[in-house]
């Protein structure tokens, strides 16, 4: 009986490395300091599941949720690719508050705050996804290849370049590089994955509201890259592992029932700072944010 | 070097206090043979203002029972997850309750987000989830297993709306907070009304942060309705906006719901609120019943346990009495508890009569009201 609990936090763990990951290309990467990151994740979610309740088939639906918030992405920096650090920061929060707002407000589409109750296990090819082992396995490939993927992109010349364009923007434009063009690409491919991964989400959970999208799960993402460290794919896995699993262990912490909600929290939050302040740069930075 | 050795410090007293834990549950475990039953709640973050009172109604009842001489000789003994008050803290927590705890019946959640997240993984394994206080109208389909003694969001839209009928305001403008029951609420107040011939006039909507309301309340007061439909969150929103609204000289008659008779409101709202028309569930907390364990539980756990409507406090502690005697007839056995609850009819309980229909839903017979000399008067 233990196994689906187990694999419950797997999958989560899949889907929260595919997020991670992909946030870690652009902002360790890349250094675009880009906080939409969960509205991409939550577009992935909502166009996965309208597309399939549309009578779309999930095989299509999640690549489909991928190329969505791809698109999204790609209007994202369409806006903001004159702007970088800071400011970038600000805007691209904006972002994921319009789409939080537009999740709210679309009532006829998302059902607003309702939320979408009772979306079906994913379908491929006449068989069902139902048990949580499949699913792990299933999660477990796809995370795989997010990993293959941007380990690729980041050791090829290109990634060379993306790193460039994080450490001397100006430099790289010197010698006639486009990096307008590298950060296009690297957000698009970045919200990509990011799509992926709420697709995977959304079905695992098999409810969304707008709430899932919130500014806390920023803030959880954000957290993993940089306990793992930016720049850094192996830091931003080992990070989930480590963010995702010490809620469950703390679960076994037999505490009084009536403080067991903030004691948990409270020692949650003791050890991510005694993680930074033992390694200010997360568990394997190469660079520091600035 | 001297951060790093706090930090190797922290870390290993961390793990120190870990171990300990694990020994103390082992322990227990071991003593004692307890009916175990899960429960999910928000326990931290915006909604544990909520989830943390109706833990402590939770263990009062436990105790209680216990004190009494348990179940069938056994003690009862609740394991509580925190739900975060989200889909993803609900469904977590029900696949350790189900997974590792292995209990059959979950107490829970509290949010609809968390019972609509939990509902799927209880349904799948045939555990029983009960939950007493999540109001969404989805959480009627959501499958067999799924109980509860909180009545859906759904039943006091339409029981209002049909009252602004019979009281001749047909055209009816609406402000309404963005969460999943203000919206609920809403939709059901709105299709009523359309479906009876009445018109709404305009629809307006504030997020959870707003504090100002001025803009959509002046929209109203040119688009001149007959009366205003009011759904907030909480009391203190209601509050606000009531206050607001008599600011700008607009006495139109307002629709809202049992918020309007939360003792915040009729303390610091009296003269916005008076005349004011809602339905809530027929509770009457000055029913010997509830008024008597309301004063116990003020007794052991201060006033902070009546931050939350009476109406939660009263529900959650009768569902873990209806856990019980379900725990009694029929053991841990799922099919045979559902069977009973399913055949709940006028159940007393604290919060008045309760059945449950063939959805696993809370029959609640509704009542409307009227805020008269800053006292509720019922008029249907």
New interface residues.
């Given amino acids: 009986m233990i196994a689906p609990y187990i694999f419950n936090i797997l999958i989560l763990i899949c889907i929260y490395v595919i997020l991670a990951t992909s946030l870690n290309f652009a902002l360790g990467y890349t250094g675009l300091l880009n906080l939409g990151h969960i509205a991409f994740f939550g577009i992935g979610a909502y166009a996965s599941v309208l597309l399939v309740q549309a009578g779309i088939p999930y095989i299509i639906a999640l690549p489909a949720a991928g190329v969505i918030a791809g698109f999204f992405g790609f209007l994202l920096i369409l806006a903001t690719r004159k702007i970088k650090g800071d400011y970038l920061a600000l805007v691209t929060l904006g972002f994921s508050f319009v789409i939080h707002s537009v999740l709210l407000n679309w009532t006829s589409v998302t059902r607003g705050p309702l939320g979408i109750p009772g979306i079906p296990k994913p379908s491929i090819l006449g068989f069902t996804i139902s048990s949580g082992f499949i699913y792990f396995i299933f999660a477990l490939i796809i995370a795989f290849i997010t990993w293959f993927i941007l380990n690729k992109i980041v050791n090829s010349p290109f990634g060379r370049l993306m790193q460039a364009t994080r450490d001397d923007e100006l430099g790289l434009r010197v010698l006639g590089k486009n990096t307008s063009m590298i950060k296009t690409k690297v957000l698009i491919i970045s919200a990509f994955f990011a799509g992926i991964a709420g697709s995977l989400f959304a079905h695992h959970i098999t409810f969304i509201d707008p709430a899932s999208f919130s500014l806390q799960e920023i803030i959880l993402v954000l957290t993993i890259v940089i306990v793992g460290g930016l720049a850094s794919l192996r830091g931003s896995i080992f990070a989930t592992i480590i963010i995702l699993v010490i809620p469950e262990i703390l679960r076994f912490l037999s505490l009084p029932g009536t403080i067991v909600g903030p004691a948990r929290n409270m020692i949650y939050a003791v050890i991510l700072v005694a993680i930074l302040l033992w390694r200010p740069r997360g568990l394997f930075g190469r660079v520091d944010l600035n | 070097m001297k951060?790093?050795n706090?930090?190797?410090i922290?870390?290993i007293l961390?793990t120190a206090?870990?171990l300990l834990?694990?020994a103390?549950?082992q322990n227990?475990t071991e003593e004692k043979e307890d009916l175990v039953i899960g429960s999910i709640l928000?326990?931290?973050g915006d909604a544990?203002p909520y989830?943390?009172p109706l833990?402590?109604v939770a263990?009062f009842a436990v105790t209680e029972i216990n004190n009494e001489g348990g179940i069938d000789g056994k003690n009862l003994a609740?394991v509580?997850?925190?739900g975060d008050?989200?889909?993803?803290g609900g469904?977590?927590a029900a696949?350790?309750l189900?997974?590792?705890d292995?209990v059959n019946v979950i107490l829970g959640g509290l949010c609809s987000?968390e019972t609509?997240?939990a509902?799927?993984?209880a349904e799948e394994?045939q555990v029983i989830l009960f939950s007493s206080a999540s109001g969404?109208p989805?959480i009627t389909?959501?499958g067999e297993f799924i109980f509860r003694n909180f009545p859906s969001d759904a039943s006091s839209g339409s029981k209002v709306a049909k009252q602004a009928l019979a009281n001749s305001h047909s055209n009816i403008a609406i402000l309404s907070e963005?969460?999943?029951y203000?919206?609920?609420v809403k939709n059901v107040f709105k299709n009523t009304l359309l479906t009876d011939g009445g018109s709404v006039v305009l629809d307006e909507?504030f997020?959870a942060d707003t504090t100002d309301f001025r803009t959509p309340l002046a929209k109203i007061k040119s688009a001149d309705p007959d009366a205003i439909y009011l759904i907030a969150q909480t009391p203190a929103k209601l509050g606000l906006v009531l206050k607001q609204l008599r600011e700008l000289n607009m006495d139109q008659q307002i629709y809202t719901n049992e918020f309007a008779a939360a003792e915040e409101i009729l303390e610091s709202y009296r003269e916005e609120i008076e005349g004011a028309i809602f339905a809530e569930p027929a509770f009457d907390e000055n029913s010997p019943n509830t008024a008597e364990l309301i004063s116990r539980l003020k007794a052991e756990y201060g006033d902070s346990v009546t931050a939350v409507p009476t109406v939660y406090l009263a529900t959650t502690y009768d569902a873990v009495y209806l856990i019980k005697d379900a725990l009694e007839n029929c053991g841990e056995d799922t099919e045979c508890i559902k069977t009973f609850l399913y055949s709940i009819k006028d159940r007393s309980g604290t919060a008045g009569k309760l059945s449950i229909d063939d959805n696993g839903d809370a029959e609640f017979e509704y009542e409307v009201k009227m805020i008269q000399d800053g006292q509720t008067a019922v008029i249907i």
């Fill in positions: 951060s790093k706090l930090a190797k922290m870390i961390i206090l870990f834990g694990c103390q549950t227990i928000p326990l931290s544990a989830g943390i833990q402590q263990e609740i509580y997850e925190n008050c989200s889909a993803k469904s977590s696949q350790k189900i997974s590792i292995e987000g609509l997240g509902a799927p993984i394994s969404s989805d389909e959501s963005q969460t999943d203000a919206q609920a909507q997020t």
